[in-house]
């Protein structure tokens, strides 16, 4: 595998449901990013990581949790979500937190809350 | 805060045109500027960016110059091709954040 890889790519979840996203970075990087994409709506950043420590969260609601277990992973996980949470879901990596540093996303999870 | 607006689409050319996307931003200092591109199904990649005033990124035949004194970095490429369908965001970074804009889809049609 190479680059960042994201499971599972499609989730459809009811809102009392408790479910997690994964992402993997084989890229060597030390920063990682959760991002909410929806329609005709700028990316939403909603969280970082930098060497496994988070170092933003944009009031993100509760019901949204990360995990960070080293610096190749990154979780989502989610419980009691909302209609309005269903959204593309992508993370996000890089090498540093530089101006200049490149982010480099996954495919994405799409993500439905019934 | 700072911001990104870039113009809405979609835009629908012809193979072969040329294709202007245009981006404005708004912030203090100097940050970078990037224009990433999103294929069907896929997530977002680089496809361009420039780090300072006057440089001129480019990739794949598309071109974009930094431009401070009209806080621009509008996105242009001279033959588009049906595999140029796509959504183009622009994006600044700056004190370790990243700002997008609303995404530019653009269609290219045989």
């Known amino acids: 595998e190479t680059g960042v890889t994201q499971t599972p790519r499609h989730l459809v979840m009811g809102m009392t449901n408790k479910k997690s996203l994964k992402c993997e970075q084989h890229?060597?990087?030390?920063?990682m990013y959760w991002y909410k994409q929806s329609a005709k709506k700028p990316l939403e950043l909603m969280f970082v990581?930098?060497?496994?420590?988070?170092?933003e969260n944009n009031s993100v609601p509760s019901r949204f949790s990360p995990e960070c277990p080293n610096s190749s992973h990154l979780f989502l996980h989610l419980h009691t979500l909302q209609p309005e949470d269903s959204a593309l879901y992508l993370c996000?990596?890089?090498?540093?937190?530089?101006?200049?540093?490149?982010?480099?996303f996954g495919p994405g999870t799409r993500l439905t809350v019934l | 805060g700072d911001s990104v607006t870039q113009m809405e689409g979609p835009v629908t050319l012809s193979e072969e045109a040329f294709l202007t996307i245009n981006c404005t931003y708004t912030?203090?200092?100097?940050?970078?500027l990037f224009w990433y591109v999103q294929y069907p199904g896929e997530g977002l990649q680089l496809l361009l960016k420039?780090?300072?005033?006057?440089d001129k990124g480019s990739n794949k035949g598309f071109e974009a110059t930094y431009r401070k004194e009209t806080t621009s970095f509008h996105l242009e490429k001279g033959s588009v091709q049906v595999s140029d369908s796509a959504v183009y965001f622009c994006?600044?970074?700056?004190?370790?954040?990243?700002?997008f804009g609303t995404g530019t889809k653009l269609q290219v049609i045989p």
């Open positions: 994006a600044l970074s700056r004190y370790q954040k990243v700002t």
């Open positions: 996000a990596s890089s090498q540093g937190q530089e101006s200049t540093d490149t982010q480099y």
């Open positions: 420039a780090t300072k005033a006057d």
């Open positions: 990581y930098s060497l496994e420590e988070r170092v």
């Open positions: 890229l060597g990087h030390n920063a």
């Open positions: 912030a203090t200092g100097y940050p970078s």
